[in-house]
């Protein structure tokens, strides 16, 4: 008896092994399993087995069934492509039922990253009123009334005092004003100029200003800062150029470049093939910056023999544009659904 | 300003290429946009920051090129023009000449000169000096204006030549203008002027609008045979606000406007006339100069150290010596770490120890100055509670399937009376510069429905939108608000893909949003209430009330109003007032076990009339049951079928729960019969 259990289990494993089709392997699970099949005989034969034996050749015996059993239920599968070879087969092909997922408009998903590497660098967002008046927008930040500096900030007039700020640098005035040094804060925001909209203009925008003021903060400092900021928003091998400017509210100013993100600068070398961003040039400003001019600190109450301060500020749709390549300014306003599903 | 290469070498050695000079002087401030060859020229055009009106000229950037690369400056030799009578050349009026000058107004005129030249020959211009304007983009008139201009962007002073015999009295006023007076200038505009303008005046009429364009009677022509050549210093703000009142910007206006260097202007006006005498004959007459000379630029003191901790670099005493040096500045040093600096007197701009540790930078390079990381400064919290809610609002409607919009805050005036949100307290902007942004958003609904339209026209008709921005009003003239709103607008189909049916958006997918909202942002309390406003159809419209308090507002959106936005489908819209949620808002979450026994559920099925509101029902079921009941909600509303005429069908699934212990079918028996009593007595509902 045990010999014949032995024999089954080998025979039986080596059909279903070799079973090739779905059909032999039935034929297999009949021949051992089925209910005239090897081995449920050795089931009904074992009433010939003395009852000493009996409890050890049922437990063999039941072992075989399971061997034989766990054999053919691995080989089904391979075969047949499934168990429940019966059912209706699903088209699999079919797409899933996608529930639709929101998104952010591309401005507040720039501002949250550019605020997000100025946070990881210890900065705190702070924000503040987009009503302004003449003090806050040029006056403390040492723009005089009629000079030229004002060109550059031509400015909604709510009455002859109230103003829509032209650029988010007011909130700087505003926060050091009640706040002492140290602090290091970035302030994005919706800014205004009467400038005609075209591609490129736009009457509102947003701005992110960045200030940083403590007893010993240097313009290194502030090329560090920006750098990383630089590489984290357009990549590691991004290079800067930081140029002398000017802007009434630092000094030292500077502007900043990166290096195109089209040509990586190299057009500039293969003139006359000029780049379509950079126009050959091989850099694109993306910022102003610079060392708060003492005036400023003067105007909001700070000693400037005491403390030193750099400050940035740059144009939200601007990053954007360069980083998602967006060809006019008006789409961020017009709200196209098949713009805003692809950020 | 457009510089020519080959123009700018006559001032200075230059042995670099056009594009390295471009770099070069990029690096230094002034910035060059683009380059342009033109023959044998190259054409750089240069970008001049506000502050360096020294740089308008020729001479001033070959200056700036000189100190960066040490070569010397190559002035064209002033001879001093003989004059007709020579000892007139400074103060007052010449007994000899017929030309009288007046200054009425001293303080916007503090200096005026004018040289008389005779029996010029007025003709075309050398092609040398056609080729030097066409560089910089003016077209050649005659020689002798021809030579102002060229004068003008050589040595950065404007120049102006009247037609001596056409000036009334042979004379010059520098005076205001009266009221409404008026004067053709060159370009055959006739401008009207105003008493806060500035002009130059012959014995009856204005002859030029000072330091901005000159009159047409008095231009030079071919006729001209006289000529009286102005150099003056005009007051940078008369001149700057007269250019802007009469929308009228040149070259001049430009360049007074920034202001000259009034040490320059006898040198320009000898350089001219020198070149008037060389191109176009004559004889040179009497020179005329009225008002003084400018006091010398204060000395400025440069302490060593401090420009080191600015920059963040050591940059040696002799390095910083020698760039201010180049500069043009003198130098002599008061101690080991301090040296006065003494400006020359075309650098206006340098007035401080800053402006000095600024030009240091500059010339030293910023490219030369190391990255360093500033220290974190900030110990506490890096986003203010509003930030953190605002990022939470936007995050939790994102993910049930919105899209945030951002619309104009400034609209045109009929824009906001057809979203019928005007009334007295919108502000109005004062200067806008298209009808479009005539006031401000006093609510958000106008941008919603235009954005709303915008998609609906270009078929995107099933729209979740949402936009998270400030509103603006006014209380009076001098006092104005801002208020940050959450605008929803929902419309068209939801979808279930190709298992389900597409079915109309409603009222509810849009309070469901809302409740999704409050419920993720901890806000507890919320009712709703029949509410009228104009926005919205009066047969769905609701407020939305936290605790009593009333946070916003939401509906049907008037199918008028959608009229008048042509947008034809259903819109369902609200708006919610930021800063009064802020009081309702929790985000902090605290744990709580879960219940440790099942709960019981079981369902109602009843009858009612029509009218009675599924928060009576709900709240009469809870009153009635106790604590034991956890919930209670409608899972089923319809009508028709067995349903009779002004009754709905209804089913609400009621959870019961006991904290302590397991409920059995029998403990929910009681309750469950006292709700169907009391549904049938209060309200008279049928169980089905």
């Excluded at chain 1, 031509?154 to 700020?165: A, G, I, M, Q, V």
């Excluded at chain 2, 200056?63 to 020579?86: D, F, H």
């Excluded at chain 2, 030249?117 to 204006?145: D, F, H, T």
Aim: charged residues 25%; neutral net charge; hydrophobic residues 40%.
């Amino acid at each position: 008896m045990r010999d014949k259990i032995r024999e089954i289990e080998k025979s039986a494993v080596e059909e279903i092994t070799l079973a090739v089709d779905a059909d032999a392997l039935e034929k297999a699970r009949v021949k051992y399993l089925g209910r005239k099949g090897l081995v449920t005989e050795l089931f009904k034969n074992m009433s010939g087995v003395s009852p000493a034996d009996r409890a050890e050749i049922g437990k063999l015996i039941n072992a075989l069934k399971e061997t034989v059993s766990k054999a053919l239920d691995e080989k089904t599968p391979v075969l047949s492509g499934g168990s429940d070879s019966g059912a209706q087969k699903t088209d699999i092909t079919l797409p899933g039922i996608i529930r639709e997922i929101g998104r952010l408009h591309p401005i507040s998903k720039t501002i949250e990253e550019i605020c997000g590497v100025f946070i990881s660098l210890g900065f705190k967002v702070v924000e503040g009123p987009e009503i302004e008046n003449e003090h806050y927008n040029f006056e403390a930040l040492n723009i005089p009334l009629e000079h030229p500096s004002r060109d550059a900030f031509d400015t909604f007039y709510l009455n002859d005092k109230w103003l829509l700020r032209s650029h988010t640098s007011p909130v700087q005035a505003r926060f050091m004003e009640t706040n002492k040094p140290p602090f290091a804060i970035i302030i994005p925001g919706k800014v205004y100029r009467p400038d005609a909209t075209d591609a490129s203009h736009s009457f509102m925008f947003h701005q992110i200003e960045g200030l940083v003021v403590s007893d010993n903060i240097r313009f290194s400092d502030l090329k560090g800062a920006l750098t990383l900021f630089a590489r984290q928003m357009f990549g590691e091998n991004t290079r800067m150029r930081f140029r002398p400017s000017f802007f009434p509210f630092t000094e030292p100013s500077a502007e900043v470049d990166i290096s195109c993100i089209l040509c990586s600068g190299d057009a500039a070398q293969r003139a006359p093939h000029k780049c379509s961003l950079c126009g050959g040039k091989g850099w694109i400003e993306i910022l102003g910056a610079g060392m708060v001019n003492p005036k400023v600190f003067r105007n909001v109450g700070y000693n400037p023999e005491k403390v030193t301060g750099f400050a940035f500020g740059m144009g939200v749709e601007r990053i954007a544009i360069l980083k998602y390549g967006i060809t006019d300014i008006r789409m961020f306003f017009e709200n196209d659904i098949r713009f805003l599903r692809q950020f | 300003m457009k510089l020519s290469y080959n123009w700018l070498k006559e001032y200075i050695d230059i042995r670099l290429s056009p594009e390295k000079l471009g770099e070069l002087l990029t690096m230094a401030g002034l910035c060059v946009d683009s380059i342009h060859k033109k023959g044998n020229d190259s054409v750089l055009e240069i970008e001049i920051t506000s502050n360096r009106p020294d740089w308008l000229s020729y001479i001033g950037v070959a200056r700036e090129v000189g100190a960066l690369t040490g070569k010397r400056l190559k002035i064209p030799n002033n001879v001093a023009v003989s004059c007709g009578s020579s000892q007139s050349r400074r103060g007052g009026v010449n007994g000899n000449s017929k030309a009288t000058i007046r200054i009425e107004e001293k303080k916007l005129c503090p200096r005026y000169t004018a040289r008389i030249i005779r029996n010029v020959k007025v003709g075309e211009s050398p092609k040398w000096l056609k080729e030097r304007l066409e560089a910089v983009g003016l077209r050649s008139v005659n020689n002798i204006v021809d030579i102002t201009n060229f004068c003008l962007f050589e040595t950065g002073e404007p120049l102006h030549a009247f037609d001596l015999d056409k000036l009334g009295g042979r004379s010059i006023i520098v005076r205001r203008a009266s009221k409404g007076e008026k004067i053709k200038t060159i370009d055959g505009i006739e401008r009207i002027l105003d008493n806060d303008m500035l002009v130059i005046a012959d014995d009856k009429s204005p002859v030029a609008v000072a330091g901005v364009m000159g009159g047409l009677y008095t231009e030079v022509s071919p006729q001209t045979k006289n000529i009286l050549l102005e150099a003056a210093y005009f007051d940078p703000i008369s001149i700057r606000r007269t250019s802007r009142r009469l929308a009228l910007s040149t070259d001049s206006s430009y360049r007074f406007e920034r202001r000259v260097d009034m040490g320059n202007i006898v040198r320009a006006s000898d350089r001219a006339a020198q070149l008037i005498l060389e191109l176009a004959e004559g004889a040179a007459g009497e020179f005329i100069d009225m008002g003084k000379e400018e006091k010398v630029l204060k000395d400025i003191d440069l302490r060593l150290d401090r420009l080191n901790k600015i920059i963040g670099v050591a940059v040696s005493p002799s390095r910083a010596k020698s760039i201010l040096t180049s500069l043009g500045l003198k130098v002599k040093p008061l101690s080991k770490n301090i040296v006065r600096l003494s400006p020359p007197g075309f650098r206006h701009d340098l007035q401080n120890e800053i402006d000095i540790i600024e030009e240091v930078a500059r010339i030293y390079g910023y490219e030369n100055i190391p990255e360093t990381i500033p220290p974190v400064l900030e110990p506490g919290n890096r986003l203010s509670p509003d930030a953190v809610i605002d990022k939470n609002i936007r995050g939790i409607l994102v993910n049930l399937g919105l899209s945030e919009i951002i619309t104009y805050s400034l609209l045109s005036r009929k824009t906001v009376e057809l979203a019928r949100s005007s009334g007295d307290n919108v502000i109005s902007i004062k200067n806008p510069i298209s009808n479009e942004q005539e006031v401000m958003r006093p609510a958000l609904v106008a941008g919603m429905l235009g954005s709303i339209r915008w998609n609906i026209n270009r078929r995107s008709k099933d729209l979740k939108l949402f936009e998270l921005g400030q509103t603006y009003f006014k209380e009076g003239d001098n006092s104005f608000i801002e208020k940050k709103c959450l605008a929803i607008g929902v419309t068209g189909q939801l979808y279930d893909g190709w298992i389900g049916h597409p079915r109309g958006v409603t009222l509810f997918d849009l309070k469901g949003i809302i409740e999704a909202l409050f419920a993720q942002m901890g806000i507890k309390h919320v009712s709703v209430k029949e509410a009228i406003n104009p926005v919205f159809s009066p047969a769905s419209c609701a407020c939305i009330s936290v605790k009593d308090d009333a946070v916003g507002i939401m509906g049907q959106v008037d199918p008028k109003i959608l009229r008048d936005f042509d947008i034809k489908e259903t819109v369902y819209a609200a708006q919610i007032d930021c800063a009064r949620l802020m009081r309702h808002i929790s985000l902090e979450k605290k744990f709580r076990e879960s219940p440790k026994f099942p709960s019981v559920i079981r369902d109602i099925s009843i009858v009612a009339d029509k009218n009675i509101s599924n928060a009576d029902i709900v709240s009469l079921i809870k009153e009635t049951a106790g604590n034991i009941l956890k919930d209670a909600e409608i899972v089923d509303r319809y009508s028709g079928g067995q349903i009779p005429e002004g009754k709905i069908g209804l089913t609400y699934r009621l959870e019961y729960q006991d904290p302590n212990r397991t409920l059995q079918d029998s403990d929910v028996q009681a309750i469950h019969s006292r709700i169907i009593n009391a549904l049938e007595n209060n309200l008279g509902a049928k169980l089905r």
